[in-house]
């Protein structure tokens, strides 16, 4: 059984940092390519960065490139998301997912996270 388990989240003031961690079990990342997506209240599900570990890849949506960064741990089957100079609006739930490839789209993605609450006040 696929498991996709978040934690990191917290309420922090703008300009601070938060470190995102998914926790994965039941998959490799030799198989699967792990996002990040975010979902503020009223608002879809928007991408935020992927990476895949054996293809050396990573990607970030152009609201984040620069702050935040992904990284993986593949002894532990861990993925990170370093948020750095965190902005009110990088408020939201967020939600690692594993797919098959580096994707942007939720469609792409097979397995979800139940979510880690991320608030950033002004």
């Known amino acids: 059984e696929v498991q996709l388990v978040e934690s990191g989240g917290g309420l922090v003031q703008a300009g601070g940092s938060l470190r995102l961690s998914c926790a994965a079990s039941?998959?490799?990342?030799?198989?699967?390519?792990i996002g990040w997506f975010r979902q503020a209240p009223g608002k879809g599900r928007e991408g935020v960065s992927c990476?895949?570990?054996?293809?050396?890849?990573?990607s970030y949506s152009d609201s984040v490139k620069g702050r935040f960064t992904i990284s993986s741990d593949d002894a532990e089957n861990t993925v990170y998301l370093q948020m750095n100079n965190l902005k009110p609006e990088d408020t939201g739930v967020y939600y690692c997912a594993a797919g098959k490839a580096i994707a942007t789209t939720t469609r792409e993605y097979d397995y979800w996270g139940q979510g880690t609450q991320v608030t950033v006040s002004s």
């Open positions: 039941g998959l490799s990342f030799d198989d699967y390519a």
């Open positions: 990476i895949s570990s054996i293809h050396g890849r990573t």
